[in-house]
């Protein structure tokens, strides 16, 4: 059984800094490319932010680019997600998601929400940003 437990989060305030832990179960996580997934208060999910099989290559939408920082580490099954610089706007609760498929994938891919299974994520971890 899939499982992804994120954890990190926190109440902090504007322009302050969190990382984000997601420890994955119940699949090869080397062999995965990993996202984080957002949802604030009312709204929709939105994609945040991935990395392929291949640490090197990572990937973020424009409201994160340049403040937040994705890793993993396949030795501890677990992804990271720092997160600088941090605004009002990014308070919500923050996923961790494996896509449907393995091996290397597109970013146009990852960034696409309907390639993963809500199902297999995790309970989420909040991040609240206010003064």
């Known amino acids: 059984e899939v499982q992804l437990v994120e954890s990190g989060g926190g109440l902090v305030q504007p322009g302050g800094s969190l990382r984000l832990s997601c420890t994955a179960s119940g699949f090869t996580f080397s062999s995965y490319a990993i996202s984080w997934v957002r949802q604030a208060p009312g709204k929709g999910l939105e994609w945040v932010s991935a990395?392929?099989?291949?640490?090197?290559?990572?990937y973020y939408a424009d409201s994160v680019k340049g403040r937040f920082t994705i890793s993993r580490d396949n030795a501890k099954n677990t992804a990271y997600l720092q997160l600088n610089s941090l605004k009002t706007e990014d308070t919500a609760m923050y996923y961790c998601?494996?896509?449907?498929?393995?091996?290397?994938?597109?970013?146009?891919?990852?960034?696409?929400?309907?390639?993963?299974?809500?199902?297999?994520w995790g309970q989420g971890t909040q991040v609240t940003v206010s003064s």
């Open positions: 998601a494996k896509p449907r498929d393995g091996g290397w994938v597109t970013s146009a891919y990852l960034s696409t929400l309907g390639n993963y299974d809500t199902n297999s």
């Open positions: 990395i392929n099989v291949w640490e090197s290559e990572t």
